[in-house]
């Protein structure tokens, strides 16, 4: 299924235009990160006036956001993000953002998904990833060792996933830096609560199928759909739950 094309152009004659600090600010993704997805051709190359001085348009914002989107609310990975793009081109992508977020929605279960396997994407070497990623050497190693991060034994890069994984996190850790009191420590619990709770969902699928009351088909099949299920509905009992809880300390 072909995107149909915007019917008209949003133009400007005098573009508002802006430095890579303030698109960062606007976006809230790091200068690093922006740079890789120029350099993987999911943004399209800046004006430069000069070596180290580059332009960008109010158009950035848009294709920015839209990767983020696309990213957390339909994990979807960025060679797919980019084919999308590159179909409409980088001038029309910003104002046809519900087309492309509904074809690729439509398409996630698709031939894309099928095609898009960890070697379809670059795998990067811990130097590059932090420079993609925007990770300071500290953080990454320390999400390394928590179990985040895991390089492939044989070639010691790390795939497609695991830059999504550092992306993610580097956005997260924008937010909650050592300056407002958080240690790596905070993100690195969530890996944790959820290595727990796989540990109790595996152990729960195999005493069902230990004791037979469900078969091996069954345990995959209730497992693969679960995986969905439980991805749309633990965002909003999070949220529900953080609200609750400042709530209660503020006595509200």
């Known amino acids: 299924m072909m ?42 190359q800046p004006h430069k006036i000069h070596k180290n001085m580059a332009y960008y348009d109010e158009r950035y914002i848009a294709l920015v956001n839209l990767i983020k989107k696309l990213q957390k609310e339909y994990f979807l990975p960025l060679d797919v993000i980019k084919q999308a793009i590159d179909e409409v081109g980088h001038e029309r992508a910003p104002y046809m953002v519900h087309e492309i977020v ?12 099928d095609t898009a396997g960890p070697d379809n994407e670059k795998a990067l070497t811990r130097t590059e990833l932090i420079a993609a990623s925007g990770l300071c050497p500290k953080d990454f190693d320390a999400v390394v060792s928590a179990g985040f991060l895991v390089k492939d034994d044989d070639t010691g890069r790390f795939d497609r996933e695991n830059i999504q994984v550092a992306i993610l996190l580097a956005q997260i850790r924008s937010q909650f830096t050592e300056e407002k009191g958080f240690s790596t420590e905070f993100f690195i619990m969530h890996f944790k609560t959820l290595e727990t709770l796989v540990n ?53």
């Not at 005098?14 to 051709?41: C, D, F, H, W």
């Not at 509904?102 to 998904?113: I, R, T």
């Open 200 to 252: 109790k969902e595996l152990s729960l699928f195999m005493n069902n199928l230990q004791n037979g009351s469900l078969s091996l088909d069954e345990v995959n099949q209730y497992a693969l759909k679960s995986f969905y299920l439980f991805h749309k509905l633990s965002p909003i009992l999070h949220k529900r739950l953080i609200n609750k809880k400042i709530k209660d300390s503020l006595n509200l």
């Open 102 to 113: 509904e074809k690729l929605v439509q398409e996630k279960e698709g031939a894309w998904s």
């Open 3 to 44: 995107l149909k094309q915007a019917d008209t152009m949003k133009t400007d004659t005098n573009p508002k235009t802006m430095k890579m600090k303030e698109l960062s600010e606007a976006t809230g993704v790091n200068s690093a990160t922006i740079r890789y997805y120029i350099n993987q051709g999911l943004l399209p």
